[in-house]
């Protein structure tokens, strides 16, 4: 049997191919899968992207891969996804990104955390936050970008 063939358990337990991606194979992955779903609202192309395991660890969407797509389903098409900052390290992929056009009063800016495996999105947790404007903010800074927006 070749290196290729042979399958093993990562350092997380978790079974994975011997030819893993690069984290800046994952990051450009993730990137591409975010704008698929979230601002394509290409489901049919978003599952080339998920994991039809997926995990879903956030407290405000429903378990796997089909409950994130309802998710996005039941969302405004205005919704869009940008992202500010993307990190990774071995087979996880962190986001820094805001929500916006959500049919709230405010965009939420996010972090993200995706976990990779055998070159699709397996596992993902995030902690979401509403964009301050201007007379929110403490610190006089904006949350994304270098603008704050319109006030509410």
Partial sequence: MSIDMMMGE???GYLVEDHMTTPEQNKAMVLEAFDTLFNKRDYVAAE??????????S??????RAGLFDLIRSLPDTLRYEHQLVLAEG???MLYGR????????????????????GKLAEH???????????ESVSGLP??????????
Avoid: C, K
């Fill in 91 to 93: 087979d996880h992929v």
């Fill in 99 to 118: 929500f916006s056009g959500n049919g709230a009063p405010a965009a939420s800016v996010a972090a993200d955390v995706v976990r990779m495996e055998n």
């Fill in 143 to 152: 949350m994304f970008g270098d603008r704050f927006p319109p006030d509410r």
């Fill in 59 to 64: 407290a405000h969407i429903a378990p796997g």
């Fill in 10 to 12: 990562g350092m997380s």
């Fill in 48 to 57: 080339d992207f998920w994991s039809e395991r997926y995990i879903q660890h």
């Fill in 125 to 135: 947790w995030d902690v979401l936050q509403d964009e301050a404007t201007q007379a």
